[in-house]
C-alpha cells in the first residue's frame, strides 16, 4: 500500500491571501501526536466551511488541512488506551485550526482527544452526527443540568434545518419535549416534522431587534444563531427558563438586556464543542449511542465523497445545506 493519500491544504501567501489547494501527503507531513487513524469519514461543518472560504480566520498555521471532526479506524498507536483497529471519533481539540485536520486520508493526534464510536454505530452514522450532533447534544445535556424537564414546557431550537438544530429537533423530540422549530426555509416544514418537531416559526418571527421582555413562549432553547435571534429568544424564554447558546449563523454579537436575567431568572447557558472535557464528551457520544433515534440520520446526511468538500464548504457558509454533509473518505 501506497504511504501517500489525498488531503486538502489551506495556505497563505506573503500578503496573508489564503489558498486552497488539494495535494498529496505522506504521514511524514503528519502533526505531532501518539495515534495515527486512517481517516474513513468526515463531515462539513459551519466552521469548516468558515475555514475553507477564509470569511473567519478559523485556520491560525499554515499551511494546514482542515476538517474539525472525522471517525476512522487507528492504525497505529503509542497511547495506552488505542490499539490499531479501534475504531474513533474526533471532534475539536483545534484540528482543523491549528492541528492537521479530517480532510486528509491519514491524521496523527493525541489519543486523549479520541473517543470511542460507540457501539452499533457506523463511521458514517457518526459524521451523520459530526460535532453539530455532539454540540447539539452537549446542548440538551446543558439543559437538563438546568432541570428543564419535558414537563417544563416547549424548547424552541433556532437554525432548525442547519445540522446542529436538525439533530437537537431528533434527540429532544426523542426525550418527549415539544420543539418549536425556528427556521428561515419553511419549505422545509415536513423534514422538520418528520425530525420531530412539533411547531414551525418562521425565522423572521426572531431575527430583528428584541424587546427587553415578550410574550413568554418556551421554558428553553438550543440556539445555534446568536446576534438578534438569541435576544428574541432569551426575551420570550418563560420564568426560571434556560437557553444553550451555541452558535452564531445570524452574527457574534448580542444585542439584548438584563431584563430575562434579572426580571425572569432565566439562564443562558454556554456550550463549546471544541475544548470540552473528556467526561463530558463521552457522556455525549454515549447519549448519541442511545438517545438519538439512528433510523433518522439518513433523513438528516447527504452523503459526498471527498472531490465534494471544497463545494459543500461554500455551500453550507450560503445556508444552502439541509442537515448534515457526511464525507466519505474511501
Ligand atoms: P448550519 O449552516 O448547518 O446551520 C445553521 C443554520 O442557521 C442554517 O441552516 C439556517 O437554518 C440558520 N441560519 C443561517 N444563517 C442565518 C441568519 N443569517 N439568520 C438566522 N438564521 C440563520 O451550521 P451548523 O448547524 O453546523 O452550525 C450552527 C452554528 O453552531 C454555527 O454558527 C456554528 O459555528 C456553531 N457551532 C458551534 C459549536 C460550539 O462548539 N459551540 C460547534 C458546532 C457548531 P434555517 O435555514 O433553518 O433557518
Redesign the pocket.
Known amino acids: 500500500m501506497t504511504d501517500r493519500f489525498k488531503a486538502i491544504l489551506i495556505s497563505r501567501d506573503e500578503e496573508k491571501r489564503q489558498s486552497v489547494a488539494v495535494t498529496e501527503l505522506t504521514e511524514a507531513d503528519l502533526m505531532e501526536g501518539d495515534v495515527t487513524v486512517a481517516v474513513e469519514a468526515s463531515t462539513v ?3 469548516d ?2 475555514a475553507i472560504t477564509g470569511k473567519s480566520p478559523v485556520v491560525r498555521r499554515f499551511p494546514l488541512v482542515p476538517g474539525i471532526d472525522f471517525a476512522g479506524t487507528v492504525l497505529s498507536s503509542s497511547h495506552p488506551d488505542w490499539k490499531a483497529g479501534d475504531k474513533v471519533i474526533l471532534n ?1 481539540w483545534g484540528t482543523g485550526e491549528t492541528h492537521h485536520g479530517a480532510y486528509a486520508g491519514r491524521s496523527r493526534v493525541k489519543g486523549d482527544w479520541l473517543v470511542p464510536l460507540p457501539a452499533g454505530m457506523s463511521v458514517f452514522d457518526a459524521m451523520s452526527v ?3 450532533g ?2 447539539a447534544m ?1 446542548s440538551v445535556m446543558a439543559l437538563e443540568r438546568h432541570g428543564i424537564t419535558p414537563d417544563r414546557g416547549p424548547i424552541v431550537v ?9 439533530v437537537a429537533i431528533a434527540i429532544l423530540s426523542k426525550l418527549g419535549y415539544h420543539v418549536i ?5 419553511v419549505s ?1 416544514e415536513a423534514y ?1 416534522k418528520e425530525l420531530g418537531a412539533a411547531e414551525i416559526i418562521p ?1 423572521d418571527e ?2 430583528g431587534p428584541a424587546k427587553p421582555l415578550a410574550k413568554e413562549r418556551w421554558a428553553g432553547g438550543v440556539d ?4 438578534h ?1 438569541l435576544a428574541n429568544v432569551l426575551s420570550m424564554t418563560s420564568y426560571g427558563g434556560a437557553i444553550a447558546a ?6 457574534m454579537d448580542l444585542p439584548t438586556s438584563v431584563a430575562p436575567f434579572i426580571l425572569r431568572g432565566v439562564s443562558l447557558l454556554g ?4 475544548m ?1 472535557p473528556k467526561a463530558l464528551r463521552l457522556e455525549a457520544w454515549k447519549r448519541i449511542g442511545t438517545d438519538l433515534d439512528h433510523a433518522k440520520l439518513s433523513a438528516i446526511s447527504t452523503r459526498i465523497g471527498f472531490d465534494g468538500i471544497i463545494d459543500a464548504a461554500k455551500a ?2 450560503d ?1 444552502r ?4 454533509v457526511v464525507i466519505d473518505m474511501a
Not at 433556532?158 to 436538525?166: D, Y
Not at 422549530?181 to 426555509?185: E, I, K, L, M, Y
Not at 456550550?271 to 471544541?274: A, P
Open positions: 461543518n459551519y466552521k466551511g468558515l475539536g459530526g460535532t453539530a455532539y454540540t452537549l433556532t437554525g432548525a434545518a442547519g445540522g446542529v438544530g436538525s422549530a425556528s427556521t428561515g426555509r422545509e422538520l425565522r426572531l431575527s445555534a444563531v446568536g446576534s435571534t451555541c452558535g452564531l449563523a445570524q452574527g456550550i463549546d464543542s471544541v470540552a453550507i457558509i445556508g445545506i439541509r442537515g448534515r
